[in-house]
């Protein structure tokens, strides 16, 4: 069958132009087509159990504790948290990495606000994106580079206190 054969020709070649075969019928050749943008597959979210709510006292514990329930749900979680969320494209023309992203940038921030109590959710209420709201948090109950370093010295000057 002649017919059939041109069409295999024409897809192994990459046609992709319609022609009118010999009994006057459109046919359309179809080749493999690839996107620039694959699909992504949305990483499973497995939730158990609610996350454990902040610990101001303790909060270094807290945190490994919250990172660690944000792991064990899901590890794209964690990451979002790590890195940042900050898409290259407006809102209306998010790759699809952006949208998957931007889906697990919403969990992990409501995670965040979740957790913290009523005093501290206006500290964070105004972030978007879940990296900055735990810096902030990290910022508050931590403090910068130069809160831990007045601390690190009272530590000492106490211990040196002690040992005398």
Not at 77 to 84: D, N
Request: with cysteine; net charge negative.
């Amino acid at each position: 069958m002649p017919g059939a054969e041109d069409d295999l020709n024409k897809r192994k070649n990459g046609s992709t132009s319609s022609q009118k075969d010999e009994g006057n019928k459109e046919s359309y050749h179809a080749t493999m087509w690839k996107s620039p943008d694959p699909p992504i597959p949305h990483p499973h979210i497995n939730n158990i159990g609610d996350p454990p709510k902040i610990n101001v006292n303790d909060f270094d514990r807290w945190q490994f504790e919250f990172r660690s329930y944000m792991c064990r749900s899901c590890n794209e979680l964690w990451r979002i948290v790590e890195r940042g969320f900050y898409p290259q494209h407006d809102i209306d023309n998010y790759s699809r990495r952006e949208v998957v992203e931007a889906q697990l940038n919403s969990v992990a921030l409501h995670m965040i606000q979740t957790v913290v109590g009523s005093n501290d959710l206006p500290y964070i209420i105004h972030l978007t994106n879940a990296k900055e709201a735990w810096e902030s948090l990290a910022e508050i109950y931590v403090g910068n580079e130069s809160m831990k370093r007045n601390k690190r010295s009272a530590l000492r000057n106490q211990a040196e206190g002690f040992m005398k």
